[in-house]
């Protein structure tokens, strides 16, 4: 293709993807106790579980510029003329930040960096739409302005067990108001303007996951929608989920459901569950 689509590790796209739509996935990096390794590469959903479990201290940061440039670097020598790297909010992570020193040092003519304001499949949604569009034979233009329509067209939801992962990460902003009872309560967040922001407070999970359904049914109105459903360590949960979000949206063209890897969830914490919901985008 000549616009090669770059993403980060975030988009947690689901398997196979990645590599099915030709799109070069960055890494974000995990530290548990301060020794750092590759998200989705060298650590998983499972090592993450058993460093909550063992009460290890558990961190994140961003790719490298350096790691960037040499993505950036051998998409360009195997053939593109172009590249699009499409990356998570950057009101959550130097990752937007690290991609753009990378793409001035390549060439700022070269890569179009893009900042979806959103995280997960509200993310993906937007990579997968662009490297369609790249097949199509688009320009880098448009191919980063499918990135841009379609992820200010998604919705993204989540319920987690408590705030606490997302208090200590420094990840939660005016969300922080909830913290007074945030142990008594399941909290209902949304991305809005590229941040994590509260929504609502329920007593248990169970009516977190109803509200989850609610707001997705709100959020898709009369538009033909696309739905992901993500979780950490909850699998039953996310079917369910699943299974209640195509009885409700009969406009959808399905729903893929992803667990979530180790950066998420070491902000998110064990028992999220979220929900994308991305209405399509008109044609010209």
């Known amino acids: 293709m000549p616009v090669a689509v770059v993403t980060d590790s975030t988009a947690h796209l689901p398997e196979g993807f990645a590599e099915r739509h030709g799109i070069r996935v960055v890494p974000l990096h995990v530290l548990v106790d301060g020794v750092a390794s590759l998200d989705g590469v060298e650590v998983g959903q499972a090592a993450l579980a058993q460093a909550f479990g063992e009460r290890r201290i558990v961190t994140t940061s961003r790719p490298t ?3 960037f440039a040499a ?4 998409a360009l020598a195997d053939g593109a003329d172009a590249i699009v790297s499409v990356h998570l909010s950057k009101k959550l992570s130097g990752t937007w930040e690290a991609a753009v020193l990378a793409a001035q040092e390549v060439g700022p ?5 893009v900042d979806s304001r959103s995280i997960a499949m509200g993310l993906g949604f937007a990579v997968l739409r662009a490297a369609e569009a790249a ?4 320009s880098a233009e448009e191919v980063e302005r499918a990135a ?3 992820a200010a067209r998604s919705e993204t939801l989540f319920a987690v067990e408590t705030l606490e992962h997302l208090r200590r990460g420094g990840r939660i902003g005016p969300a922080a108001a909830l913290l007074g009872t945030a142990l008594a309560v399941k909290p209902v967040l949304h ?3 590229g941040e994590i922001r509260p929504l609502e407070k329920v007593r248990t999970m169970q009516r977190a996951v109803n509200r989850l359904v609610d707001l997705a049914v709100e959020a898709a109105g009369d538009d033909e929608v696309a739905l992901a459903v993500h979780h950490l360590a909850s699998p039953e949960r996310a079917s369910d989920l699943a299974t209640r979000l195509d009885e ?4 959808s063209s399905g729903c893929v459901v992803s667990e979530l890897g180790a950066v998420v969830g070491a902000h998110a914490g064990p028992g999220v569950l979220g929900v994308v919901v991305q209405r399509s985008v008109p044609v010209a």
């Not at 409700?248 to 406009?251: P, T």
Request: hydrophobic share 40%.
């Open 191 to 193: 991305m809005a303007d």
């Open 248 to 251: 409700r949206l009969h406009r």
């Open 65 to 67: 510029p350096a790691e």
């Open 148 to 150: 841009t329509e379609t």
């Open 71 to 74: 993505v950036f670097r051998k």
């Open 109 to 113: 003519d070269l890569v179009r960096v």
């Open 135 to 138: 097949r199509r034979g688009a």
